[in-house]
């Protein structure tokens, strides 16, 4: 028999759909999976009965010619997004025991093409975070093993606190590493400075961060809510197409999402490559840049230019300053959207003598101290005679930073080609521990996109000298998906499938 | 002896005179079926946190939806207060923790408010009006109540109000007396309840000001000012600014200086307390909410809420005084209310017929008002149809009843013949007034022979006259036409 959890998403659809396979089987062999590899620590909870329970009813669909776009396809839904009954808490202390009485729409936008779920997925505490370190249920081993590790070494490590084990990246790390695992077809992730498109990079998957409000956030636990947009991992770009089309779509309850109708992305795959104009950003050269990833994106460029498409230089001068308006607007957004958890209504209350006392003591401890940095940063920039010299200097800086793209895009350039990340995926407990900007530099090609509201994906380009997975990021227009699933594709077919890491947890 | 009114409205203080200014923020609850963000109910009295919605409740993932008719309703008041309506407007987050605020923020409009600077005229007299302006107009959401009183050791929280749309009306400076300011927010309350977008009730807090007062010497630049927060009545609002006024004139007279503060008014003791002082200010770190896009409105959109506008109380009262020849006084009065506007002119211009307008105004105002008044509900409520006021004013003008039968008429109309028709009823009961010259000749013979030294008085005294009409009317039960009483009484005594 097969490996069912080796298919794509597009294989096991169509297997499904000519009843090669059944929903269950392949339900129930993502279910076995996922309880062989607890371990990772991708998954934080797994909804097996509903899983089978959904799975059953596709199959009875399925069966009668009828079904979604996505019957009967086990994913796995990072725990940013409500789902109903179902444990929900950011992967944050804060919102201990909480099971919202609400889907949200990009989850019910998934159930309703007839998706099955899995379980919820691992991510940083809020999604602050690249590295899935700052989650309250610990942080997740991606199924990558470092440069020269045996799989007993590797094994061993699992049992002891994941010492010295790669990182899947982050935010969306359980959602990275439950897609590079097998644990899932697809996955859904957000992305606010980089969780989708960072994640991918570290474990050669694909990634989507689509325009801001292509998805609806509703329902979706808000960290920056002008920075947050939801997204898909997947294991091939045709599955990241297929699954985006299901998330995305207008939704009258977010006043930021387009009302604009969602193409077929799948549609714009194979198109042709050539004629298309490809910028490359010379102010994503950095100082000191680790020679590997320059050699990947020449190649990345050579591969499309190969393919038919024009590349050119192109200039985005305020990209400097993309990183410190960022940690400025994200921080600001953050501590408003967080100001909710305050122990009246939902999630943790710690006992406490006055109202004063119960905040200070729930949000102390509910919060791990990524999160209450970033709080603090926030109230800081916010606050009374700062205001202006950082958050309005930063939402300045956002706009010239757009500005640069718009005159990019004016100038005749389809997408722009940059690296995804400034290094293949680092260890647990190796970046951040002594200065967090050492973390927050982890975004530095990705956020200007979030800054922009542009969509941004990130494909594998091949592995680094010491066999670890290396991504590219293509940056498009607004509302342009489909070119970048168009090149995506190009640059997959280019680099050849990754080769999926080994099963070594099981 | 003429009064200065500049004058007479400064406060004398131990060491001369003073004068107060004040400033309002008027919070308006709009009227609107749902709140301003969110689908639930904005029903007044439901059981607590009967109308929650998940927005209200802040839960994780919830985002806010403009509700439109909060929009038009803040446009419509825009355009009643002759104000600018601002094409683009934004909301912000007024951040907080207090537990009666689920987000841990208030969404309003900070810096760039849907409505600019307006003005409204408020008429201290019927003859002498002044114009107060408006600084600005913003929407933003009301939070719910915090219950202490619900159990020893704990606080409750009623979110059902938490989310319902406020205007907040902020006045300029342009007060300079208690009576000024509780005429300001009376007008301003009739203009609300004209164009429907607050019902003005205070008892329910549906209507309630922010009070700043300061004083200075005559001529003087602006003082400190202090802040009075959320004083729910006219008649409080007046003794709010009066206490503070004196408070603040004994401390510099004392030779102190005023603290800008917050501070609360105290009905019951008759003074303001102490909130919190400028140093223990909020921090409310305003930033643009972005969940919700910059308010932008179409100048079509807003000339067809003008269009839809109703007439409102100064044009109203000008048209009144133009149409019907009423005196200030009179049309000041009935435009105060527009359902008593509307009644007036419905039982002016009844089946069709122009009738006389003071008598209505009179009936309207006199004898109808004080019922009304009596069980504390309008006019337009009472229980007498415009039409039936109409018939009413018409009978008397027809010679059918007399004044004094009209009263006794108008009190069967609102008691037990409730709802009859007044020129039935009159026919029923025999109200009809005797105008038959033989009838009242006999009743006048009758008076006169039962009282020859009187008659005989009268004759050199004519102001004796009075007297025998007041007989023969009673006699007559009040039915007889006085002034054919009167005619016949001259003829007979010979005066």
């Known amino acids: ?506 | 002896m003429t009064t200065d009114p500049a004058k007479a409205r400064l406060v004398k203080g131990a060491t001369g005179d003073w004068e107060v200014i004040v400033g309002l923020e008027v919070h308006a609850q709009v009227t609107s079926r749902a709140k301003l963000f969110s689908g639930a109910s904005t029903a007044f009295g439901g059981e607590p946190n009967s109308h929650v919605s998940l927005v209200d409740a802040a839960m994780p993932g919830m985002l806010p939806v403009i509700n439109r008719e909060c929009v038009a309703q803040a446009v419509r008041t825009g355009l009643g207060l002759k104000a600018n309506i601002n094409l683009r407007s934004v909301f912000d987050r007024k951040n907080y923790f207090y537990p009666d605020l689920p987000q841990g923020y208030q969404i309003s409009q900070y810096k760039s408010p849907i409505v600019g600077e307006g003005e409204i005229q408020v008429d201290l007299t019927p003859e002498h009006s002044i114009k107060v302006g408006i600084e600005r107009l913003h929407l933003e959401q009301d939070a719910g109540k915090s219950l202490h009183d619900q159990s020893p050791t704990m606080s409750f929280v009623d979110l059902n109000r938490c989310g319902v749309a406020l205007m907040e009306i902020v006045s300029k400076p342009d007060m300079r007396s208690a009576d000024e300011a509780k005429a300001y927010v009376s007008k301003l309350r009739t203009i609300l309840r004209y164009i429907g977008s607050c019902d003005g009730d205070m008892e329910k807090g549906n209507l309630r000001a922010d009070v700043n007062v300061s004083v200075r010497r005559p001529g003087a630049p602006l003082g400190m000012r202090c802040e009075i927060k959320n004083v729910n009545s006219i008649r409080f609002i007046g003794q709010a600014i009066e206490t503070e006024a004196r408070r603040q004139i004994a401390i510099i007279e004392d030779g102190g200086t005023i603290e800008q503060e917050t501070r609360l008014f105290d009905p019951t003791r008759g003074e303001t307390r102490s909130m919190r002082s400028k140093e223990e200010a909020h921090d409310y770190r305003y930033f643009p909410d972005p969940d919700l896009l910059p308010l932008e409105l179409d100048p079509q959109y807003i000339d067809a809420l003008a269009a839809s506008l109703p007439e409102l109380p100064d044009g109203k009262k000008t048209r009144f005084m133009a149409d019907y020849g009423l005196s200030p006084y009179d049309a000041s009065v009935l435009v105060a209310e527009r359902e008593t506007a509307d009644f007036f002119e419905s039982a002016v211009n009844h089946d069709g017929i122009k009738r006389d307008a003071k008598a209505v105004a009179n009936w309207l105002m006199g004898d109808l008002a004080a019922h009304a008044n009596a069980q504390g509900i309008p006019v337009a409520e009472a229980g007498l149809s415009a039409a039936s006021l109409a018939t009413l004013v018409d009978l008397i003008a027809e010679g059918v009843i007399s004044g004094k039968i009209a009263k006794d008429l108008l009190v069967m109309l609102l008691g037990d013949d409730r709802g009859a028709e007044p020129r039935a009823l009159v026919e029923a009961r025999g109200l009809r007034q005797v105008t038959d010259a033989g009838v009242i000749d006999c009743a006048v013979d009758a008076v006169i022979a039962a009282n020859p030294d009187k008659a005989e008085q009268a004759k050199s005294k004519p102001g004796m006259l009075g007297w025998f009409v007041g007989q023969v009317m009673k006699s007559t039960g009040s039915k007889a036409n006085p002034q054919a009483v009167s005619d016949a009484l001259k003829r007979r005594l010979g005066i």
């Open chain 1, 1 to 506: 028999m097969t490996d069912l959890t080796s298919l794509t998403l597009a294989e096991a659809r169509d297997q499904l759909k000519s009843r090669a396979i059944s929903s269950v089987e392949i339900t129930t062999a993502h279910l076995e999976a996922i309880e062989r590899a607890k371990a990772l620590n991708a998954y934080i909870v797994t909804t097996a009965d509903r899983a089978l329970r959904m799975a059953g009813a596709s199959d009875a669909r399925l069966a009668k010619g009828e079904g979604g776009p996505l019957e009967g396809l086990p994913i796995g839904v990072k725990d940013l997004y409500a789902t109903k009954g179902v444990h929900t808490q950011a992967c944050s202390h804060i919102l201990d025991g909480f099971k919202p009485t609400y889907e949200s729409t990009v989850t019910a936008n998934l159930w309703r093409d007839g998706a099955v779920m899995l379980g919820k997925l691992n991510m940083d505490e809020f999604a602050m975070g690249s590295s899935n370190e700052t989650s309250y249920y610990g942080p997740v081993a991606s199924p990558w093993l470092p440069p020269n590790w045996s799989h007993d070494q590797a094994r061993a490590a699992l049992a002891n606190g994941k010492r010295g084990l790669l990182t899947p990246g982050g935010s969306s790390g359980g959602s990275s590493a439950a897609v590079a695992a097998r644990l899932c077809l697809a996955a859904t992730a957000s992305d606010t400075g980089g969780s989708i498109r960072q994640p991918a990079a570290f474990t050669g998957v694909v990634g989507i961060k689509p325009t801001y409000g292509r998805c609806s956030r509703w329902g979706m636990v808000a960290f920056a809510s002008s920075l947050d947009q939801a997204g898909p991992l997947a294991r091939t770009v045709r599955d990241a197409a297929i699954m985006l089309r299901s998330m995305a779509g207008p939704d009258s309850k977010d006043s930021t999402c387009s009302p604009a109708a969602v193409p077929d992305y799948e549609g714009a795959l194979g198109r042709s490559v050539r004629g298309l104009t490809i910028g490359v950003p010379k102010e994503y050269r950095l100082d000191g840049m680790n020679a590997e990833i320059e050699t990947l994106w020449a190649r990345g460029a050579e591969w499309l230019r190969t393919a038919g498409a024009k590349v050119v230089d192109v200039s985005l001068p305020n990209t400097r300053h993309a990183l410190p308006a960022y940690y400025i607007v994200a921080p600001a957004e953050a501590s408003s959207n967080l100001a909710r958890y305050d122990g009246v209504r939902y999630g943790l209350r710690e006992p406490a003598a006055d109202i004063l006392d119960l905040y200070e003591k729930t949000r102390g401890r509910g919060f791990g101290p990524e999160v209450r940095r970033r709080l603090l940063i926030g109230a800081y920039v916010l606050s009374a005679g700062y205001y202006d010299a950082y958050y309005v200097r930063a939402q300045k800086i956002r706009t010239l930073i757009k500005r640069d793209f718009e005159r990019v895009f004016s100038e005749g350039v389809d997408a722009i080609l940059t690296p995804a990340t400034p290094s293949a995926a680092f260890g647990i407990g190796e970046k951040g521990s002594q200065d967090p900007v050492e973390m927050y530099l982890n975004d530095v090609f990705t956020v200007t996109v979030n800054m922009a509201g542009l969509p941004g994906l990130v494909a594998p380009a091949g592995l680094s000298s010491e066999g670890l997975p290396l991504g590219l990021q293509l940056i498009g227009r607004p509302f342009d998906e489909e070119t970048l699933f168009t090149l995506g594709e190009a640059l997959e077919r280019s680099a050849g499938r990754t080769s999926l890491p080994a099963r070594w947890w099981a």
